[in-house]
């Protein structure tokens, strides 16, 4: 249930970003972009912004994955998957500034009328 849940918040994030990308007329958000840190190790982004040269992750958390990341205990791995996936985006000719995880409580689905804002 986690795991579709996790895929279908991914899904309709992905959406939003290109929705918003049609409104402002140009590609700011790069959606699901596939890079390779390693040639023996691809893997897509979640999300790149091109004016802030970020790399964003979304975890759809649980409450004690939540309260973990809340009280600033990030597990190593994904340290090690956002550094990754900053590698990756340079590797592919994208400047990463920052990398971001962005922790969302399962169970919460993000509103249908809300939409990325500047």
């Known amino acids: 249930m986690a795991v579709d ?4 918040v991914h899904a309709w994030l992905a959406e939003a970003f290109n929705r ?14 596939r ?3 390693t040639d023996e190790h691809p893997g897509s982004t979640d999300l790149y912004d091109v004016d802030e040269q970020a790399v964003v992750d979304w975890k759809d958390l649980g409450p004690t994955s939540l309260a973990k990341i809340k009280s600033g205990r990030i597990p190593r791995h994904y340290h090690v998957q956002l550094l990754l996936y900053g590698l990756g985006c340079l590797r592919a000719g994208l400047p990463v500034r920052r990398v971001v995880l962005v922790a969302l409580p399962r169970g919460h689905p993000p509103s ?3 939409t990325p804002g500047p």
Do not use: F
């Not at 849940?5 to 279908?8: D, E, F, I, K, V």
């Open 20 to 33: 918003e990308n049609a409104r402002i007329g140009r590609r700011r958000w790069l959606t699901e972009l």
């Open 5 to 8: 849940q996790g895929t279908s």
């Open 35 to 37: 890079v390779a840190p």
């Open 112 to 114: 249908t009328g809300c």
